[in-house]
């Protein structure tokens, strides 16, 4: 399986870093980071699958590429607004254009606290084209004691989306 993370705004970017390194080794793994999103991605990083947002001919820009899932952690809005009207004018956006003409798993993550009325539309639209929108939301049931906690407990919950099995988390134990 294919996976990558794209980075888009500077608020919760440690976010989609520590989903990155999250995934385990069995699966081939891309990161995507802004420009903004890039210096902190390549330090933090000893990857070599790391990929420049400007960069629009890179291979997860094509459906032949194969990715199987796009995280877009954190997902600013304006990243939403070019993904719901179909602007793919930088790698995550023509990346995000691919997944859903493909038909394959595409997470964002929006990170606005209040949703404008403009963002929740976008959101609906593309819901009804089955792009998983998980923004970071607590869960108190999993009984987090540290933002360390309430981190992982995001990480398991986007992972468990794509299909990713993992125990970040402590599950719901009626």
Known sequence: MKI??????ASGT?????TFKAIPPIYDKYLIATKNAQTAALKENKENNIFYNEDIWSGPASGSFGLDALLVIPCSMNTLAKIAVGIADNLITRAASVM????????LAPR????SPIALEHMHKLSLLNVI??????AYYSNQKSLEDMEN???GKWLDLVGIENSLYKRWQP
């Not at 990558?4 to 705004?9: E, N």
């Not at 440690?14 to 520590?18: R, T």
């Not at 929108?133 to 607590?138: D, E, L, N, Q």
């Open 4 to 9: 990558a993370i794209a980075i888009s705004g």
């Open 14 to 18: 440690h976010l989609g870093i520590k």
């Open 100 to 107: 859903i003409k493909e038909q394959k798993k595409l997470l």
């Open 112 to 115: 606005e606290m209040p949703f």
């Open 133 to 138: 929108i998980a923004p970071p939301v607590v």
């Open 153 to 155: 407990f995001f990480i």
